[in-house]
């Protein structure tokens, strides 16, 4: 069975989830809808970009992910459809497919379906779904669009080294306020090289141990780990780490390793 994929900043208060919802199954009623999320922040492109880049992949290849943010009609805004490693993207090029792939897609286009005027105001439902139902059931992309080489590049905050040094920063807070960081895993290992580390954060806090799971220490302290997004988190076991740490987007992470001259 086909798959499509929601990834959208439509909430769930308004008819908009469900126009696009029943546009996508006027065109495939046999289309299994996913939500991965329709709760991002209005117009937030890096949430978009983080909660989907760290999803995708979970699903089967071939399916096709409907990316709804930012997506109003202007002369000025490009609608492409992608695909990479197996899986079809279709959304505006504002920036996220930069910040969701780590190298260029295998092929992408440019989506040139004519608009229909009464959904002017709202191409997801119109565009969009007529582009993703076509990859859904197998469609070439060339006859969707026109072959484009670039995309519009979104530049993300990227943890930097100085000597024993790793400063970061954070980047989301899921829904259970745990804290996740810019740190990769891949990042963290290189630079650790075996040594002995010290966590510290706002308020002068301070973690020295990397858990393997969020109930290796008691309920309401502190910890770090790497999630399921392979990013390393700040949590609390069965607390609020977020708002007890008082930590915040942007916030400043800092891993001190022992370090030799």
């Known amino acids: 069975m086909a798959i499509i994929t929601l990834t959208t900043d439509l909430g769930d208060k308004d008819i908009y989830q469900a126009a696009l919802k029943g546009s996508i199954l006027k065109l495939l009623p046999t289309v299994n809808i996913v939500d991965i999320t329709n709760s991002v922040a209005a117009y937030n492109v890096q949430q978009a970009a983080f909660i989907l880049k760290n999803s995708f992949y979970y699903f089967p290849d071939g399916t096709v992910h409907l990316i709804g943010i930012d997506t109003v ?52 439902a119109d565009i969009f779904v007529k582009a993703a139902c ?5 469609g070439k992309l060339t006859e969707i669009g026109i072959p484009v080489s670039s995309i519009e590049n979104k530049m993300t905050l990227q943890p930097v080294i100085e000597k024993s040094l790793i400063k970061g920063a954070v980047i989301y807070i899921d829904s259970f306020q745990n804290v996740i960081t810019n740190i990769t895993k891949e990042f963290f290992n290189k630079v650790q ?53 008082g930590l915040n987007l942007g916030d400043s992470v800092i891993i001190d390793f022992d370090y030799t001259a």
Request: charged share 20%; net charge negative; hydrophobic share 35%.
């Open 73 to 124: 009609y202007s002369d000025h805004t490009r609608y492409l459809a992608l695909h990479y490693k197996n899986h079809y993207f279709v959304g505006s090029d504002n920036g996220i497919f930069s910040l969701m792939f780590n190298h260029e897609p295998d092929e992408m286009v440019e989506i040139n379906i004519m608009q229909d005027l009464k959904f002017l105001h709202f191409p997801l």
């Open 134 to 138: 076509h990859l859904a059931k197998g």
């Open 193 to 245: 090289q075996g040594r002995q580390f010290t966590l510290y954060f706002k308020r002068n806090e301070t973690i020295n141990h990397l858990s393997w799971h969020y109930s290796e220490v008691p309920e309401g302290e502190k910890l770090c780990l790497f999630g399921i997004s392979d990013h390393l988190e700040i949590a609390i076991n069965k607390g609020n780490a977020a708002g007890l740490l």
